[in-house]
């Protein structure tokens, strides 16, 4: 192998390997959640995920929340495949989850399937990020009914490892 051959290939593995260290692994996030579910009161709370990314494209998220007012509450929990995108210090996700809603007030309490369909965008492009906003559309399927017609609103920080 001549000396050329050797520079390109030493070059090519350097390379790699620091774009390897600048892909985070798991993204983890936090803090303020707002919902409304059909018919139901003004819920505020908190909100929660953590994001195993396999590749700077595609991930699993794991999510769990939970909100209060009205006189009750609601928690959620899901996971499903996360896909993003990177333009400069912007990182725009669109993810489909899965799992269920644990809903009702104090002793009176169901859970339910829920579909959460949504995303947003984050902004900083090192290991400390802000999610400037998550939206999602909430389906749940509770004692046979199907409610399309919830939401919920997310802001907060987000960790990078």
Known sequence: ????????????????????????KVDVFGVYQ????????????????VTGNLNKHFGITADLSGTYGGGGSMYTFAIGPQVSGKASAVKPFAHALFGGVRLG?????TTA?????????????????????????????????TDKNNVRVSTGLVFRF
């Open 1 to 24: 192998m001549n000396l050329r051959s050797t520079i390109v290939l030493g070059l090519t593995l350097l390379v790699g390997a620091c774009a390897a260290q600048s892909q985070q």
């Open 113 to 145: 399937f829920a579909v959460l369909v949504g995303g947003g965008f984050d902004i900083g492009s090192g290991r400390l990020a802000w999610r400037a906003v998550q939206a999602d559309w909430m389906i749940t399927h509770v004692a046979g009914f």
């Open 105 to 109: 007030p104090s002793g009176f309490t």
């Open 34 to 49: 707002y919902a409304r579910p059909d018919g139901g009161p003004n819920l505020n709370g908190w909100n929660t995920a």
